[in-house]
């Protein structure tokens, strides 16, 4: 059965809510008739109107705070590109036949944001209900029930009114500086990452910070060109999450990138990252894995500071652990000697696979049991390229999105 077109602007004109519609400017674009009526304004007086010069504050009534937290409302949806429920609002509305003049009005408001193709906010749909009405017919029912309870009733509403707007007004603020932290994080994060490296061709990179944290994690990857033909790559694993976690990565990251620059050789790297975890509070038992791979000798090798191994997936989609090279993780004070190393022989247009435990680890399972995951997953890519491998892994294994663990994940086309 053929499906028949929907006509959206004639179902949006006739949508029995009040819909208004502004650009991220704050300029109203088009108004549905159900907020034309509730408003008893015209569309030609609206559209092309800055939304708070159409509606503008209440002189008369300072303590309302409808247009600021209406304002609000709008910029977080499009900081934050999600839909923005407000509590009840009191918000006058001109009077149009008797300039000057305001009418009291209180709305149900709701915010939700129009992404384009590029990820960014190119409209809001600010829909309300007017529950004016509502709002007058109980007040008009007060006095039935005796002056001195009426007068009770409208004490406390008056201060759980105020109440009400001091908290929101607290939220706001909440809100703001949750999402300052969150852009200094995320900042932050991006440069404890950098690899002049990267991007590379033929190396693919996925880094997902745990869900509901602040976008900042303990994970950390690198990638980087050694003296002669090859290069380098590492992941390692910080415990915790945050901006704690985060810096501790940050110090450890460079100082094992700037020990594989006076060693060519990742056990060594690592020997020498372990004297300095000892000295970092909070850098013990974090776990890494280094790996030198060399394209002139089709040679990887490796060493493994308590990290998950990498795997080597053959163009058949057999999957080789390069488990040989194991110890303890960082500063754990179990470390004795010289950390080991393996070396693993690959041929052209295999993959290698670098990850942390947030990739594979659930709760209440055996790790065993999400590394033998991963490899059934990984044995449908045999052949693939990097960026196609990690997709695939990342969707295979359910985490697009995230998981409750931080995640790095790094393919490279051998």
Partial sequence: MERSEIDYEALFAATPSPYLVVDPGLYIVDANRAYLRATGRTRDDLVGQYVFDAFPPNPDDPWSHGVVNLAASLHRVLEL?????????????????????????????????????????????????????????RDRHLPSAGEATAERFRTAESELYARAQELQKANEELRRAHARESRVALTLQEAMLYSPGLPRPGVAVRYLPAVGTLNVCGD???????????????????????????????MLRSALSAA?????????????????????????????VKVRVDP?????????????????????GACELLDRATDPPLAAGLQTGPRPEAHASYTTGESLVLFTDGLVERRGEDIDRGIARLTQVLASCGGLDAEQVADDVLAGLGVSEGAADDIALVVIDL
């Fill in 81 to 137: 590109r999600r839909v923005d429920t407000m509590a009840l609002q009191k918000y006058d509305i001109p009077v149009v036949s008797r300039p000057g003049e305001f009418e009291e009005r209180w709305w149900s408001p709701i915010n939700t944001p129009v992404i384009g193709p590029d990820g960014s906010v190119v409209h809001i749909i600010h829909r309300v209900e007017d529950v004016t009405a509502f709002i007058k017919e």
């Fill in 220 to 250: 950390w990857y690198d990638v980087a060109d050694v003296p002669g033909d090859g290069f380098t790559a590492a992941v390692g694993d910080v415990v915790g999450h945050g901006l704690e976690a985060a810096g501790i990565m940050g």
């Fill in 260 to 288: 594989m620059r006076a060693t060519d050789r990742p056990a060594r790297a690592l020997q020498i990252l372990d004297l300095y975890a000892g000295s970092v509070e909070g850098a013990q038992c974090a776990t890494a």
């Fill in 296 to 316: 002139q000798e089709r040679l990887i090798t490796y060493s493994s500071a308590g990290h998950l191994p990498p795997v080597l997936l053959h163009r058949d």
